[in-house]
């Protein structure tokens, strides 16, 4: 009974899923209406479509039909930004392809389990797993490259500190040290100098500069970089010397620096216990004991039991 209830459902639902994409994208009200008013428009040619966009403009459209609250796309944009992916279409992009995979990955796991001999509430939970992976699987995604980048911009940070300290203190402007600072750090550190670069651009469009380093803060998500932009947004303001205030913060981040490796290194000890207790211990226990035991039941127990 429980596999033909699953078949029904899956049924149904593909049934209403190609339903609702033939009513998306290929039914055309409007060229209807015009050949019933008998209008007379000329339909100009498409442009042709490079094969690779297909695939990403079908995921936008399916991005369009899903519907999510405003509280939710902002959460998804900022997380997209943070990732680095900042193209107008990534949002939709991303919701089309949580339609496809919620949908491709439990017909997949419904063709794998269909012939097996497992048991029908096991088969339904597979089936409702897949569909859950391959719905919430892309935020996962999503969230998972935001943090390695926020990674690699909080580890570069420090180079570029000191980059920036020297380009300010041999005579540059705050402006022109970090256009220097995006050109120097392009091939060792791509992330950080990709949002100094964006800096560099929003200040060329003729935003303030403080509403720029605000936007920097607030794309990376990093604290080390909040407090640097912090550092210089005052800087500006009071009118304290950029040169000075960039080698105190970056005096800071150094001692920082240290305390962590501090931390880590004494935190070392520690986190050492489980892994000599469960893989080393066993071993050494084997190799020393090992040849008494043996000996043991070799001599002492016969000995024992003949007396």
Not at 69 to 81: E, I
Not at 101 to 124: H, Q
Not at 227 to 233: E, F, H, Q, S, W
Not at 285 to 303: D, H, S
Request: hydrophobic share 50%.
């Amino acid at each position: 009974m429980i596999p033909l209830i699953i078949s029904f459902v899956l049924f149904a639902g593909i049934v209403i899923g190609l339903t609702l994409l033939g009513l998306r994208l290929w039914v055309r009200p409007k060229e209807a209406i015009e050949r019933v008013t008998v209008n007379a428009v000329a339909v100009e040619e498409e442009a042709p479509t490079h094969p690779s966009l297909v695939f990403r403009e079908l995921l936008d459209r399916l991005g369009r039909s899903l519907p999510a609250s405003p509280k939710d796309l902002t959460v998804m944009q900022r997380r997209l930004v943070r990732a680095g992916m900042r193209s107008e279409y990534a949002l939709r992009v991303l919701y089309g392809t949580k339609i496809v995979l919620g949908i491709a990955l439990p017909l997949a796991m419904s063709a794998l389990v269909w012939g097996s001999e497992m048991d029908p509430t096991n088969k339904l939970m597979a089936v409702l797993a897949a569909a859950g992976i391959g719905f919430f699987g892309p935020n996962e995604y999503v969230s998972i490259v935001s943090k390695r980048r926020q990674k690699e911009i909080r580890r570069a940070l420090p180079n570029a500190l000191d980059l920036m300290v020297v380009c300010v203190e041999s005579g540059l402007g705050l402006d022109q040290a970090i256009l220097q600072v995006a050109k120097e750090l392009d091939q060792a550190h791509p992330e950080i100098s990709e949002e100094f670069g964006l800096v560099n651009l929003e200040l060329k469009a003729g935003k303030r500069r403080q509403d720029s380093l605000r936007n920097l803060a607030e794309r990376a998500g990093v604290d080390d970089l909040k407090k640097l932009v912090a550092v210089l947004i005052q800087a500006d303001r009071f009118g304290t010397g950029i040169a000075q205030s960039l080698r105190a913060h970056a005096d800071f981040m150094r001692v920082q620096a240290r305390q962590i490796a501090e931390e880590k290194a004494a935190k070392l000890g520690v986190k050492l216990v489980f892994p000599i207790f469960f893989c080393i211990l066993p071993s050494l226990f084997i190799v020393t004991v090992g040849p008494v035991a043996v000996k043991i039941i070799r001599e002492l127990i016969p000995m024992m039991t003949g007396m």
